[in-house]
């Protein structure tokens, strides 16, 4: 097993790489029309689907009154919408509207094609190590 320090040095490069792709495939997102902040909690509603506004804004990391803003916006737009709790009809949940989800996966679908020119660039080989560096971190995280 590899020792602290060259664990948390190859932990320092993985962070340094994630947030560089991040960054790369978020200039995506621009295509959109969309905040940032929207855009993220209607992936968060889409891949998650409906959700408790008090969730959304946890799941956000935001207060609750900014999250009522951010889903105000996306009902404005049409990409979200409240419905009523089957279970609880006093609950209110955020859901996706077809146009919100069709919206997102477009998103993904540009962002996922973006970052697939870059690894066009590389070799079989390496595509293969990325592969099992990605199954050894999914196993780890997930």
């Known amino acids: 097993m590899p020792g602290n320090r060259q664990t948390e040095a190859l932990a320092d490069q993985l962070h340094s790489t994630a947030i560089r792709l991040l960054r790369l495939a978020r200039v995506q997102d621009a295509a959109t029309g969309i905040a940032p902040a929207r855009l993220s909690a209607l992936s968060v509603i889409v891949f998650g689907g409906p959700i408790s506004l008090q969730d959304l804004a946890r799941a956000e990391q935001v ?75 999914k196993r780890a995280i997930f």
């Not at 009523?84 to 996706?96: C, E, F, L, S, Y």
């Not at 679908?109 to 066009?120: E, N």
Request: proline share 4%.
């Open 63 to 137: 207060r609750p009154p900014t999250m009522s803003r951010i889903v105000d916006a996306l009902e404005k737009q049409g990409l979200a919408r409240r419905t009523t709790d089957p279970d609880d009809r006093r609950a209110v949940k955020i859901a996706a509207t077809k146009k919100g989800t069709a919206v997102l996966q477009k998103g993904r679908d540009r962002r996922v094609k973006f970052l697939a020119s870059y690894l066009s660039k590389l070799s079989d080989a390496e595509l293969a190590q990325i592969e099992r560096g990605l199954s050894c971190v």
